[in-house]
């Protein structure tokens, strides 16, 4: 069975500080896991993704995360954060053996303050 | 090239109705899924075609919702009789590979917001 926890359904950051959002997964096999972002009034977008090979992963719009799996976790961050970057964020989890489903988190929703 | 499209993108209807859905995918996009938020929850996985025909189906709550891909184009998802409980998003995305690898991606839609009062 596959799973995901995000940490803080809701997070605060000021301008120019650093984001990071938390995600926890539980996976009896080799996982993938991706980031994705819902801009409000919009789909959800791909934000980075990881499935084999190097463990830090950078993605779109100054992103990445960190494959760790002592930890089990893939935590996203952001050096600096812009107003732009508020909307909600998803982590989700896959595998060989799932294929095509993901389990997702229940989300977290990022306010940045100006 | 478009996106994933939903229609409507907003929907009220009262308990007992019968709500449609439709997604269509991206040109060319074999694989075409149905996912549903209900609120403050996880998105859920419900179903998986490819092309018209259904490869996973273990997500869909009960009989009340059926899901269809005529042609293996776009895809309905129809709620009947809409219940209380089934309000929420209703994502639908697509890929042009099946199962996933590196360089393959799943694209998502939307959504699609079903309130039942």
């Known amino acids: 069975a596959q799973s995901v926890t995000q940490l803080g359904s809701h997070v605060s950051v000021s301008e120019g500080a650093l984001v990071l959002l938390r995600c926890n997964y539980s996976?009896?096999?080799?996982?993938?896991l991706f980031w994705y972002v819902q801009y409000p009034n919009q789909g959800l977008q791909l934000l980075l993704k990881y499935t084999t090979g190097a463990t830090l992963v950078k993605g779109i719009n100054g992103f990445e995360a960190e494959f760790k799996k002592s930890e089990t976790s893939f935590h996203l961050t952001k050096p600096s954060a812009h107003m732009s970057d508020a909307a909600e964020y998803f982590c989700a989890v896959s595998s060989a053996n799932t294929g095509n489903q993901f389990y997702f988190g229940t989300g977290t929703s990022l306010t940045v303050i100006p | 090239e478009a996106g994933v499209t939903q229609f409507p993108s907003h929907s009220v209807i009262e308990k007992g109705q019968t709500v449609t859905l439709r997604c269509d995918p991206i040109s060319g996009h074999d694989n075409l899924y149905w996912y549903r938020r209900v609120m403050g929850k996880e998105i859920k996985f419900l179903l998986h075609f490819v092309k018209e025909s259904k490869q996973d189906e273990s997500g869909m709550p009960n009989n009340r919702f059926l899901a269809e891909r005529t042609g293996g184009t776009y895809s309905t998802l129809k709620v009947q009789p809409a219940e209380l409980e089934d309000s929420g998003v209703y994502f639908c995305a697509s890929s042009h590979e099946t199962g996933v690898v590196p360089g393959n991606t799943i694209y998502f839609g939307e959504g699609s917001w079903l309130t039942v009062v």
């Open positions: 996976s009896s096999v080799p996982p993938y």
